[in-house]
């Protein structure tokens, strides 16, 4: 594994101020914010949605990854009490040449992403505390998302979004609805690795039922939908992390336009990604 990426100076970017009451969200500006930030995703990701940690990540309480050395992490924070209560990763190309690899590619075949010109980005390690999972904390996670993609010029964002539990029965009517509806154009498609495929297409068309697969998807995968986002070809069930993955593309022009301003959709917010 390489050392962590010091010329990449992530704790020397920084964001425009953006605030809503008592929330402000940042990028993390030291070692201590990105404990931070692995402590709410070991709370959310292992405590909350059940996925199996290691000794280590036991006994620490935090959800640590080296793929953290190499990305620029997003914080919200409730500036009354200094606690972080939302955070997202985002690994940039330079940063992935360096590591060696996005963690999507561990999951799917992500060939088509990787040859878009100019830069890309995954988005990774979503989530909010329970009590946090408000409009106000949504708004301000997707204005920090909009703001550094602006800022980095990013070109095509993406990242695995995650349902909770490997039981595939209970998702046929989302998985099929995403196949029918929102399957990203040859040229983008991801595919998810043969060792874990699952197929999407469980349904015919004509069997799918709009309003019931829009219940069983996560608000996440919601989220991105609405700001016109595609999913890759086929979804990785991974035991482990108790959780079954779709790829998520979303094109610049999507989230930067619709959700970096109009984004309020109040709900929980829990992601592998």
Same mark, same amino acid.
Request: charged share 25%; glycine share 6%.
């Given at each position: 594994?390489?050392?962590?990426?010091?010329?990449?100076?992530?704790?020397?970017?920084?964001?425009?101020?953006?605030?809503?009451?008592?929330?402000?969200?940042?990028?993390?500006?030291?070692?201590?914010?990105?404990?931070?930030? *692995?402590?709410?995703?070991?709370?959310?990701?292992?405590?909350?949605?059940?996925?199996?940690?290691?000794?280590?990540?036991?006994?620490?309480?935090?959800?640590?990854?080296?793929?953290?050395?190499?990305?620029?992490?997003?914080?919200?924070?409730?500036?009354?009490?200094?606690?972080?209560?939302?955070?997202?990763?985002?690994?940039?190309?330079?940063?992935?040449?360096?590591?060696?690899?996005?963690?999507?590619?561990?999951?799917?075949?992500?060939?088509?992403?990787?040859?878009?010109?100019?830069?890309?980005?995954?988005?990774?390690?979503?989530?909010?505390?329970?009590?946090?999972?408000?409009?106000?904390?949504? =708004?301000?996670?997707?204005?920090?998302?909009?703001?550094?993609?602006?800022?980095?010029?990013?070109?095509?964002?993406?990242?695995?979004?995650?349902?909770?539990?490997?039981?595939?029965?209970?998702?046929? *009517?989302?998985?099929?609805?995403?196949?029918?509806?929102?399957?990203?154009?040859?040229?983008?498609?991801?595919?998810?690795?043969?060792?874990?495929? =699952?197929?999407?297409?469980?349904?015919?068309?004509?069997?799918? *039922?709009?309003?019931?697969?829009?219940?069983?998807?996560?608000?996440?995968?919601?989220?991105?939908?609405?700001?016109?986002?595609?999913?890759?070809?086929?979804?990785?069930?991974?035991?482990?992390?108790?959780?079954?993955?779709?790829?998520?593309?979303?094109?610049?022009?999507?989230?930067?336009?619709?959700?970096?301003?109009?984004?309020?959709?109040?709900?929980?917010?829990?992601?592998?990604?």
């Amino acid at each position: 594994m390489a050392e962590p990426l010091i010329a990449f100076n992530r704790f020397e970017k920084t964001l425009p101020p953006l605030k809503s009451g008592t929330l402000e969200v940042r990028l993390a500006r030291s070692e201590d914010d990105i404990k931070a930030a *692995q402590r709410l995703r070991y709370e959310v990701f292992y405590e909350e949605c059940g996925a199996q940690s290691d000794p280590t990540m036991a006994s620490l309480k935090q959800d640590v990854s080296p793929v953290d050395d190499f990305c620029d992490v997003l914080l919200v924070i409730d500036i009354a009490t200094n606690k972080t209560v939302g955070t997202y990763r985002f690994m940039l190309r330079e940063a992935a040449l360096e590591y060696g690899s996005y963690f999507t590619a561990s999951e799917f075949d992500i060939s088509k992403l990787i040859t878009v010109p100019g830069q890309i980005m995954e988005l990774g390690r979503s989530c909010v505390q329970k009590a946090y999972r408000t409009r106000p904390t949504m =708004q301000l996670l997707w204005r920090g998302i909009g703001a550094y993609i602006q800022q980095n010029r990013v070109n095509l964002c993406f990242g695995c979004a995650s349902f909770i539990g490997t039981d595939v029965s209970q998702y046929k *009517q989302a998985l099929s609805y995403l196949y029918h509806n929102h399957l990203a154009p040859p040229e983008l498609r991801a595919r998810a690795l043969p060792s874990h495929y =699952q197929e999407m297409n469980l349904l015919p068309a004509e069997e799918v *039922q709009p309003k019931k697969a829009l219940r069983q998807l996560p608000p996440l995968i919601k989220a991105y939908l609405r700001a016109g986002g595609y999913v890759g070809e086929g979804a990785y069930v991974d035991h482990p992390f108790n959780s079954i993955d779709i790829c998520i593309i979303v094109p610049r022009e999507k989230v930067t336009g619709r959700y970096s301003q109009r984004y309020s959709h109040p709900s929980a917010f829990g992601e592998k990604i």
